[in-house]
């Protein structure tokens, strides 16, 4: 399960309108420029299509039409244009900074990238069902995966320019340890506040957890490793569990917390609270900022003009979104091993979020 808002789901950030209106205009065919540079109005329209189409097979012919949850009285359909526009802008200004460093990509690497995408769907024929979906011709594909690729190259290389030093993290570290704390905790999860004082009242008589977790837990995934729920930070559970864990020392056992899924009895292992141990999280964390804070100067140093009216509505059916869920099966047939081995070790932690 999951408790993050739609909007949140499919990424929708919502955008200032005075940067949204900025540079607005006609210009045929086009959505904007980035630099002199065009953004086709028709790749625009197909970003939107494909978006739209996947959130509408999966929450719903209305969705589009829902008012969204931020305050802004626009609706989801609209907030994703506006996403779709700003995300293609951001690529384009990112695409001119990889070709003024040099990077390219050659016809080798896209069409060796063309034939791993046709074995991950699982053959020609399902492949072209794809294309088919999305209305897309062989010459265009290969712009997406020639952009792809450059977009590849090009974070790798920012990667090595802006990774930081061990004594850059250190100080990163101490002005964000709350951010940075993890712990590792057990759960018993049952229904009814009854069931988990009875299994307090065990615990206190010296039972062991993992074992009455195996017996008694309405989390069967977890149940199976003991009620283990493995590391996680501040946040990521919901509200009364994150704080009630986070509120813990290490081997204590709480009384029922009660939560939306029911009653939790929590058992906090351990606190991860050392640099060392989150060193990794630091270094990607760091890494993050000073990307987005370079891409940000990139955008603001971008001529960019809007010609495209995001508030226009742009036509998705139900049979169009059918259409891309079946495409999108053959994908998921390929990668079938992958996604259920990592729903396996999602699933503890959702059962509690």
Do not use: W
């Amino acid at each position: 399960m999951t408790f993050s808002k739609t909007i949140k789901k499919i990424g929708i950030v919502t955008l200032a309108a005075s940067v949204l209106l900025t540079g607005c205009g006609n210009k045929a065919n086009v959505a904007a420029t980035v630099n002199g540079e065009d953004i086709p109005l028709e790749r625009y329209e197909r970003e939107y299509k494909v978006q739209a189409q996947q959130a509408v097979a999966q929450y719903g012919a209305d969705f589009l039409k829902q008012e969204a949850q931020d305050g802004s009285k626009k609706t989801m359909g609209e907030l994703m244009r506006e996403n779709t526009l700003e995300n293609l802008i951001s690529l384009e200004v990112i695409k001119q900074d990889a070709k003024k460093n040099k990077i390219t990509v050659s016809d080798e690497e896209v069409n060796k990238e063309l034939d791993n995408m046709k074995k991950m769907y699982g053959g020609e024929e399902q492949f072209k069902k794809v294309l088919e979906a999305n209305k897309m011709g062989m010459d265009e594909l290969k712009e997406y995966i020639s952009t792809n690729l450059l977009m590849r190259k090009y974070q790798e290389k920012m990667l090595k320019d802006l990774e930081p030093k061990e004594d850059e993290m250190k100080a990163y570290y101490e002005k964000h340890k709350d951010e940075f704390k993890t712990v590792e905790a057990s759960h018993i999860l049952v229904e009814t506040e009854k069931e988990a004082k009875a299994i307090k009242k065990e615990l206190d008589g010296g039972a062991d957890f993992a074992k009455l977790a195996k017996e008694k837990s309405k989390d069967t995934q977890s149940a199976k490793n003991g009620g283990s729920l493995g590391s996680f930070g501040s946040g990521q559970m919901v509200k009364e569990f994150d704080e009630k864990v986070f509120s813990m020392k290490p081997g204590e056992i709480s009384d029922p917390v009660k939560t939306q899924f029911g009653y939790h009895i929590i058992k906090l292992d351990k606190i991860n609270d050392s640099f060392e141990a989150s060193k990794d999280a630091v270094k990607e964390a760091m890494i993050k900022e000073r990307f987005k804070e370079h891409n940000d100067k990139l955008r603001k140093k971008a001529k960019v003009k809007r010609y495209v009216d995001t508030a226009k509505d742009i036509p998705v059916t139900v049979e169009q979104a059918e259409a891309q869920k079946g495409a999108d099966s053959g994908k998921n047939k390929g990668n079938n091993g992958k996604a259920k081995a990592e729903a396996k070790a999602e699933n503890s932690k959702n059962n509690s979020k």
